[in-house]
């Protein structure tokens, strides 16, 4: 069985990106650090949770461990909001014979308008089985070809199917264009990335408006009296699996579940394909101990089949793990045969062979009856005809309509209110509880690599290795005349240390003035950034964002750490006035400036150039640039301050210039 350390050297083999060698290089093999620093977290992470899995021997600790799962996955989501009124509206009816579709608009939050499709049997009865259709990553959405034969034949079968779309898909897609197409790609995932962004900067995610559209779709079954309450599902496939995982988690009202191709293991995922979409990401996951068999084990002793394909891109051997690790909770409450496994040698989709497990699994638990499962040929309907909407868009026919980047923002507003960070006491605190970072730090081991002599100065390559795993890669630029300790200056430039080392740069135009600079590559930055190409379809630094989310990191804490293992360094060299160590940051870097001031305050002055203004330009922007926010996210930060607070704590040790210089974090979308 390969380990975590092994699918990330594969993983590097595949996404290191050639780049051209400089004289101002450091060192070599920095392609992957990052990723190979948060796997060694990862890989403990996860054998801690395996020994306390493994104490689980009694229906008391099973108990115990859901209550724990729902309890600290509702916690990581950011929780839910209070039930309002769901308003539902019926659009229109089609008669199918057999069956007929209830076009349908509810509720779920406030003018946070579902777009749905009732199927329902045309037999007269007194109460139908219902299932929750959970829509994955389609443009289509619910009316997806594979996913629409799933509810169409759940209704020929007797059960009524809600099926509805989730943000950013179908009927709901939330930034479109001046021609009604979103501005974002890769449908509706690419949606669901941008506002996943801003939801973490609020302490929330976009799993929690995904979540809570299925849990009110069970509120609305229950006001149906063609529906039997006792008897409700939910079912779907991808990001549909997702969803309906994570209903079988946090909805105890469910009577059975059939999530397709999505579950695995972390192990397995970590690496090979990775991190994925927005709602598959919760914060401090495995810091919390957490893995995919925590979705299924709350559900347990009720019926529940994972369904999965060999050839899946979530790798098969991970359900497989995932499969006995629940199943053995499911036996310790003596219900392993409610636990169900159906694998198809076929790649990942709602293909035909899953969708007629489907049915069976659901006909034995919801119908009490043997069914053969098998689909007939059907006759679908396009997704125009189903839409619910008027144009076929929530945004372009319901005026007072919110979204998820709307409501998000909302939040942020009402919390940006009650921060602490605002009257600036225990604003250290509060920066360095964010961050991650401990009060107790050493400075970097230092290797020297080599000296390059320049007219009036010498350039020193220097490795600092801040902790275990993490060299960052400098340039020291030392005055051949002066005091004998100088002052000093830390340079940040997320476009890398040499970005302003050329002849007559800002880096050179402050040697010449008197000033040791130490440039630095902090991690993630110029000789250890990730490769800028996709891997299995997302973008590499996005991936490694999130990995760091998933231990309990983020990308600028770690980075602010690297900055202030850097001031140790300068303080203990012999040629520097320790009282006199300033910190000048561009673009991104004057945010880790700003973050590092306010840690130590024995850096004597910041200088920013073109730095954020605020994350909270970021809630507000309603198209932007995720690839520019990504490694600057920090969950929840905005509960508690802003850079603002940080800046008018920093009072006169800060010196902001604006300069045509990068691009700051919160740049809008052109």
């Known amino acids: 069985m390969r380990t975590i350390g092994v699918q990330a050297a594969l993983l590097l083999a595949i996404c290191a990106a050639s780049r051209a060698q400089s004289s101002l290089d450091v060192t070599s093999g920095l392609d992957g650090m990052v990723d190979r620093y948060l796997s060694a977290i990862a890989d403990q992470q996860l054998q801690e949770r395996a020994a306390q899995v493994g104490k689980i021997r009694t229906p008391v600790d099973v108990r115990a461990r859901q209550a724990y799962i729902h309890e600290t996955m509702l916690k990581e989501i950011g929780g839910f909001p209070e039930k309002s009124p769901l308003r539902p509206q019926t659009t229109g009816v089609l008669d199918r014979g057999d069956y007929k579709v209830e076009k349908l608009i509810f509720q779920s939050r406030p003018h946070f308008y579902v777009t749905a499709d009732v199927f329902v049997p045309a037999a007269a009865h007194g109460s139908y089985p219902a299932v929750i259709g959970v829509a994955g990553h389609s443009a289509d959405g619910k009316a997806y070809e594979s996913y629409q034969s799933v509810w169409v034949s759940l209704a020929k079968r007797g059960f009524v199917v809600l099926a509805f779309d989730p943000p950013g898909q179908g009927e709901r897609l939330e930034h479109l264009d001046a021609s009604g197409k979103s501005v974002y790609p890769a449908g509706g ?193 396009k997704p125009d005809e189903l839409r619910a909407t008027r144009t076929g868009q929530v945004a372009t026919s319901i005026p007072d309509s919110q979204t998820v980047q709307s409501l998000n923002a909302a939040a942020a507003e009402q919390a940006y209110a009650r921060r602490a960070g605002a009257s600036g006491k225990d604003l250290q605190g509060l920066v360095r509880s964010r961050l991650r970072l401990s009060a107790r730090r050493e400075p970097a081991r230092v290797t020297n690599r080599g000296t390059i002599h320049r007219n009036g100065y010498l350039i020193e390559k220097l490795e600092l290795e801040t902790e275990r795993g993490i060299t960052v890669p400098a340039l020291a630029f030392v005055p051949a005349s002066g005091p004998a300790r100088k002052s000093s200056v830390i340079y940040l430039n997320p476009d890398g240390k040499a970005a302003g080392a050329q002849p007559g740069g800002p880096v050179e135009e402050m040697t010449r003035k008197g000033h040791i600079v130490l440039a630095i590559d902090v991690r993630g930055w110029g000789e250890s950034a990730p490769a800028t190409a996709k891997h299995e379809g997302y973008n590499t630094l996005y991936q490694t964002a999130m990995r760091a989310i998933l231990v309990g990191k983020n990308m600028p804490g770690m980075q602010t750490a690297d900055v202030l293992s850097a001031f140790e360094y300068l303080s203990s060299r012999n040629d520097v006035n320790r009282s006199h160590i300033s910190v000048y940051g561009t673009g991104k870097g004057g945010a880790l400036a700003l973050f590092a001031a306010e840690l130590e305050p024995r850096i004597e002055k910041v200088v920013t150039v073109n730095a954020p203004e605020s994350y909270m330009s970021v809630v507000h922007a309603s198209t932007y640039s995720a690839n520019d926010v990504v490694d600057s996210v920090i969950p929840g930060m905005l509960r508690d301050f802003d850079l603002a607070d940080v800046r008018r704590a920093l009072g006169s040790r800060l010196t902001v210039q604006q300069r045509p210089y990068g691009q700051s974090i919160h740049a809008p979308r052109q």
């Open 189 to 381: 995932t690419g949606e669901h990335t941008a506002d996943g962004l801003q939801c973490l900067l609020t302490g929330s995610t976009f799993a929690a408006y995904e979540i809570w559209d299925g849990i009110r779709a069970f509120d609305y079954l229950l006001t149906r009296p063609d529906v039997d309450p006792k008897r409700i599902a939910v079912a779907g496939n991808s990001g549909g699996g997702t969803q309906s995982a994570y209903l079988a988690a946090f909805d105890p009202r469910l009577a059975a579940a059939a999530p397709s191709c999505y579950l695995t293991s972390w192990s397995r995922l970590w690496a090979g394909p990775g991190p994925q979409d927005a709602e598959q990401v919760f914060p401090d996951f495995l810091k919390d101990g957490l893995d995919f068999p925590d979705f299924l084990v709350p559900f347990a002793p009720k019926p529940l089949q994972m369904a999965t394909a060999t050839r899946d891109f979530f790798p098969i051997e991970g359900a497989h793990a995932t499969y006995d690790e629940a199943r053995r909770a499911y036996k310790i409450l003596d219900a392993d045969v409610h636990l169900g496994f159906f694998e198809y040698n076929d790649t990942h989709g709602w293909s035909k062979p899953r969708r007629e497990a489907t049915y069976r699994w659901l006909a034995r638990w919801l119908q009490g009856r043997d069914d053969d499962g098998t689909e007939p040929a059907l006759k679908l309907d």
